[in-house]
Structures are given as structure tokens and as C-alpha cells.
């Protein structure tokens, strides 16, 4: 019955003791595309489940989507005329939920409309958020119809299937940070698709995959100052 009362490990400050940081962990780009082109052919099937899945992973890429976002998105958060999707994030001060709007890619755009295409003719969904549980196997079905927490397994069962490192929707979020800043975009981009208010918070975040944000200072920066190496005087000049 130790301890009795309030854990006394909760009342030391979390700044107190050391904490050993590891870079978050970020799929290399051959794991998250085979991961990427086994979802899609399964899609194509046309099984809803399948259609589903593939359209988490491309959510979760193409709009640095966390989880739990992916989760609420609603129809109302898509505007296809505007090309538009709507998050609600929070990650904010305070801790209530605020919007963001990103832009939905053509390829996005193609693959939302294909899977509320899909959605529509499955019968008894009727909740408003875009993914539900569509599978009904027995463990599955008293959550049929019903909108997603966590699916925090399914990453994992994916990953398996495939035969790589096993990585979760979180790291597709890493992963299209590292793949704009390895293509050279502007920290401003990065930050937009993130959703940092600022850019300080970006920066830290690309620090934690691991990535430097000052590369291009330090390559340009720490060059060699030219050295100004002055002509010998010659005799007309000596004269002159």
C-alpha cells in the first residue's frame, strides 16, 4: 500500500533530473513509400476498410496531420471548391481546440473524394466525421459506424505486413517535415504545414528529427575569409 497519500516521484519538479533526448525516429523514404505502394494497391481493391486506410496515410502526409486531427475532421472541414482542409488542433496555449485551414492537393483532393465515394455507399454510417470504423469482424463490431480514438495498433500491423521498422501516423508527420527541409524549402513553408505559431517552435521541431536548420549558415559561414593578397609595387608605379 506504499506509497500512501500523493506519489511522492510526482513532487519533484520534471527540470530536476536529467533526461536523455533520442532524435524522433523517421522512416526512411524506401520503408515509407513501400509502405506507401502496398496501402495503395490494396485501395484499389475497392474494400472500404481499404480505401480508408490508404486515405489516413495520405491525409496524414500531404497535411502533417497528428492523429488525433485526423480524427475530427468533419465534412464541413472540407471545402473541395476552395481546395481546403480544415484541422483542429490542441497544440495551442490554453488547450482548446482551434482551426487551421491547409490546402488540399490535387492528388489529396482525388483521393477524399474517391473515399467518400466509398463511404456513402456502405450502409449504417451515419456519423459526420470523415474516418469510422468500417470493419466488421466480431472485435470490430461494437465500434461499427462509430468515428476513431486512436487506431494505435494499426500502424504497427501495417508495418509488419510490409517487413519494416515499425513506425506510426506521428512519424508521417516527421516525415514530410524532413522531406521539404531535404528538398530545400524555406523554414516559412515548413512552419505553415506544421502549424507552428512560430518559427522558433520549427526550428526546434527539425532539430528533434535530428535536422539542422542552420546548415546553410554554417557551410556559408564558416568558409575561409578571401585573403586580400596585395600586388608588388613595381618600379613605374614607384615612380609614378
Keep these: 500500500d506504499w506509497p ?3 506519489n511522492p516521484i510526482h513532487a519533484i519538479p520534471s527540470g530536476d533530473y536529467p533526461k536523455t533526448k533520442k532524435p524522433r525516429y523517421v522512416p526512411s523514404n524506401f520503408d515509407f513509400w513501400q509502405l506507401h505502394d502496398w496501402l495503395k494497391a490494396r485501395a484499389e481493391s ?3 476498410p481499404h480505401v480508408q486506410d490508404y486515405t489516413m496515410f ?3 502526409l500531404h497535411l502533417a496531420a497528428r492523429r488525433g ?4 475532421i468533419c465534412h464541413d472541414d472540407l471545402d473541395f471548391s476552395r481546395e481546403q482542409v480544415r484541422l483542429w488542433t ?3 496555449k490554453g488547450g482548446g481546440l482551434e ?3 491547409l490546402p488540399m492537393t490535387k492528388e489529396l483532393r482525388s483521393i477524399l473524394l474517391r473515399w467518400i465515394e466509398v463511404r456513402m455507399a456502405v450502409s449504417g454510417i451515419i456519423d459526420d466525421t470523415l474516418f469510422v470504423n468500417v470493419d466488421k469482424y466480431a472485435f470490430a463490431m461494437p465500434y461499427y459506424g462509430k468515428s476513431f480514438t486512436s487506431r494505435q495498433h494499426a500502424m504497427k500491423r501495417w508495418c509488419k505486413k510490409v517487413g519494416i521498422k515499425s513506425f506510426g501516423f506521428h512519424a508521417i508527420r ?3 517535415a524532413s522531406t521539404l527541409f531535404h528538398k530545400g524549402y524555406p523554414l516559412a513553408h515548413m512552419q505553415t504545414i506544421l502549424r507552428h505559431h512560430s ?3 520549427t526550428e526546434r521541431y527539425l532539430r528533434s528529427l535530428g535536422l539542422s536548420h542552420v546548415r546553410h549558415a554554417l557551410e556559408d559561414g564558416l568558409k575561409r575569409d578571401a585573403q586580400v593578397i596585395p600586388f608588388p609595387e613595381t618600379k613605374m608605379a614607384a615612380e609614378g
Design 4 to 6: 500512501l497519500g500523493e
Design 46 to 48: 475497392g474494400i472500404p
Design 58 to 60: 495520405m491525409v496524414a
Design 69 to 72: 486531427e485526423m480524427f475530427r
Design 90 to 92: 490542441r497544440k495551442r
Design 99 to 101: 482551426p487551421d485551414w
Design 174 to 176: 516527421h516525415f514530410t
Design 199 to 201: 518559427p522558433s517552435t
